[in-house]
């Protein structure tokens, strides 16, 4: 079975505090990975896509890198802006679903504090 | 500017009294999906639609109920609502087809159902 796994739960850093977020996966063939930023009462927002194992991806204050088990979402010196809830979701081969179907986890809650 | 778009926003609604939540995306999108979010099991597809009249189950899709008449327009609709469908709904589209395509997300739905 497919399956998205997310950890920590929550996060509580201090600003500039570095640390990184975990998405681990099991699915039958990976189309991609895609990492989603989350305020509170509104829809995801797209980060990153990952394809391949080895691939890196970089945003200002974020950096998303991808293994063949797990990707991390590594955050630099963070900012009281950047707290929100971090997604991560996979996106399988295969037809189930449609083509552009997402996996979910149930997502890391990040909180910077000042 | 390109969006995806939910109303209501919020609903209070009793058992059994039938709804429709309306999504629409003005991004040319062939591929619309329905999701419902829960704290602890992240997003699960409901239903999902690769394009003009074809449409199909997700994950959840026991008492939901969809039609994709027009291209931007992907309602869900709620024959008989109940409590276990309280939650938060996320409209969502891409490109489609088989190529991998990032999912962008309206607003969300957040339904209660007394």
């Known amino acids: 079975e497919d399956q998205v796994t997310q950890s920590p739960e929550a996060l509580r850093l201090q600003e500039g505090e570095s640390s990184s977020l975990n998405c681990s996966y099991t699915?039958?063939?990976?189309?991609?990975l895609f990492w989603y930023r989350q305020d509170p009462g509104k829809g995801p927002e797209f980060l990153f896509t990952?394809?391949?194992a080895g691939e890196e991806k970089e945003k200002e204050r974020l950096k998303a890198t991808l293994t063949k088990k797990e990707s991390f979402l590594h955050i630099t010196a963070p900012k009281p802006e950047d707290s929100a809830t971090y997604l991560c979701a996979v996106q399988p081969r295969g037809f189930s679903g449609g083509y552009n179907k997402l996996i979910f986890g149930a997502g890391t809650r990040l909180a910077v504090h000042p | 500017e390109a969006q995806v778009t939910q109303n209501p926003r919020y609903l209070i609604t009793v058992t059994g009294k039938k709804l429709t939540v309306t999504c629409s995306q003005n991004?040319?999108?062939?591929?619309m999906s329905w999701y419902r979010q829960d704290p602890g099991l992240g997003l699960r597809q409901i239903y999902y639609s690769m394009n003009v009249e074809v449409t199909d189950k997700g994950d959840v899709p026991e008492g939901y109920k969809v039609s994709r008449k027009e291209k931007r327009n992907f309602p869900l609709i709620l024959e008989s609502p109940s409590p276990n469908q309280t939650s938060l709904y996320f409209c969502?589209?891409?490109?489609?087809?088989?190529?991998?395509?990032?999912?962008?997300f309206g607003p969300g739905t957040r339904l209660t159902v007394l």
């Open positions: 969502a589209s891409s490109l489609g087809d088989s190529s991998l395509n990032t999912q962008y």
């Open positions: 990952l394809y391949s």
């Open positions: 991004m040319n999108h062939e591929y």
């Open positions: 699915v039958s063939g990976l189309r991609g």
